[in-house]
């Protein structure tokens, strides 16, 4: 059989693309595509990608199955469009778009073309995660009725000034950046129940100080902070669940810490990634518990799990080169990122309003 030949539209995140294509015995990267010479080059060099473009519709005429899109939100529509309508299966980091009505858009290209597109939802990915919904679909919890997840840092902000901190081009801060990631957990272990209504509280305290940097890059003062830098929420759902959601990148709190815990009618599970160093993964410990109630007795299992440094980012591009050669369709398919669009959506709207909004 050939293998699946890979292109990968930017080079920061998109490593992690790389070497998930190189760790699948069936997969290769034959092209990679940045407009930062450099970074391109540099990259290149380093997995061994033999041809380089710094124009997407150039390496789009290569005879590529799939492409990689790692570029900042802004471009993950027009970007994964052009690699639909070129012929070539997409996955697509999140946030799928900056907004829903972008992601629709996605979505229609990619049924219309009749071409794979999968969101990049890697924490479902992680072992743990695996586990955990290995439990929840053979109904060790129950059914799972309220959750709180959250992704929390004390001084995390991400590239002050890039186009991460600039809302034209990344749509929000953490809420579409970090909160994104535990929501689309969450929602998936409790089986993607119906969103309808939503109320949020957006901060930005911090940012607009150039206060409580993360440890990545040099801040560019001639960039801007227009986004927030905290968000809280809660979404409930049509058939009675709740979750509440948090989520900062910078925060007066202990750590940055990662987490879901779910509460089932039967058992209850925390899964956690606590950092010693804000953003380092290198420093971070995850862990896996799960809660019962045995013979009148409070009971607490840790779940031992392999650890995965790379936070399932490398087994979600193998799962997507599977589903390119069996025809399944991704556990995390891009409608599943066109939902959470609309309850993101929903979260500004209701932060901007100062009141609870129905989820469309
Ligand atoms: N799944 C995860 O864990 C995870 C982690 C970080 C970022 N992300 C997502 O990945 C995306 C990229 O984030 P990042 O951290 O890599 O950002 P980044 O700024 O570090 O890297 C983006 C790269 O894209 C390149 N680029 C920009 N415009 C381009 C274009 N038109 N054509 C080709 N290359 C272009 C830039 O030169 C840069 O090298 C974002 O959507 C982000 O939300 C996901």
Partial sequence: MAKIKAGVIGAGIGKYHIEGYQSHGDAEVVALCDI?????????????????????????????????????????????????????????????????????????????????????????????????????????????????????RRNGIPGWGSWFTTAE??????????????????????????????????????????????????????????????????????????????????????REWVYSTICGTEAGATLERVFAVDGIDDSAVDTLEVYTQEQGEAVDRVVKVEPDPAMGRHAAVRHFVDCLISGEEPISPATDGLRMMKILDAMYRSAERGKAVTIK
Avoid at 73 to 78: E, I, M, S, V, Y
Avoid at 121 to 149: H, M, S, T, V, W
Avoid at 188 to 210: D, H, Q, R
Avoid at 218 to 244: K, S
Wanted: charged share 25%; net charge negative; proline share 5%.
């Fill in 36 to 152: 930062n010479e450099e970074v391109l080059a540099e990259t290149a060099r380093e997995y061994g990608v033999e041809r380089t473009f710094t124009d997407c519709e150039e390496m789009l005429a290569l005879d590529l199955d799939c492409v990689s899109v790692c570029v900042p939100n802004k471009l993950h529509a027009p970007l994964t469009i052009e690699c639909l309508t070129a012929g070539k299966n997409v996955l697509c980091e999140k946030p799928l778009a900056r907004t829903a009505r972008e992601g629709k858009k996605m979505v229609d290209a990619a049924a219309d073309a009749g071409l794979t597109l999968m969101i990049q939802f890697n924490n479902r990915f992680r072992p743990e995660a695996q586990i955990l919904k290995g439990y929840a679909d053979d109904g060790a919890f129950g059914d799972i009725y309220f959750a709180r997840c959250g992704w929390i």
């Fill in 169 to 254: 081009v990344a749509g929000g801060g953490p809420l579409i950046d970090l909160a994104v990631h535990m929501l689309d957990l969450t929602m998936w272990l409790m089986g993607n129940p119906e969103p309808e209504i939503c109320m949020a509280s957006t901060y930005s305290v911090f940012g607009p100080k150039m206060e409580a940097l993360g440890p990545w890059g040099t801040p560019n003062r001639r960039g801007r902070f227009d986004v927030e830098d905290m968000a809280v929420g809660m979404i409930r759902f049509a058939d009675g669940q709740t979750i509440l959601l948090e989520s900062s990148w910078a925060s007066r709190i202990k």
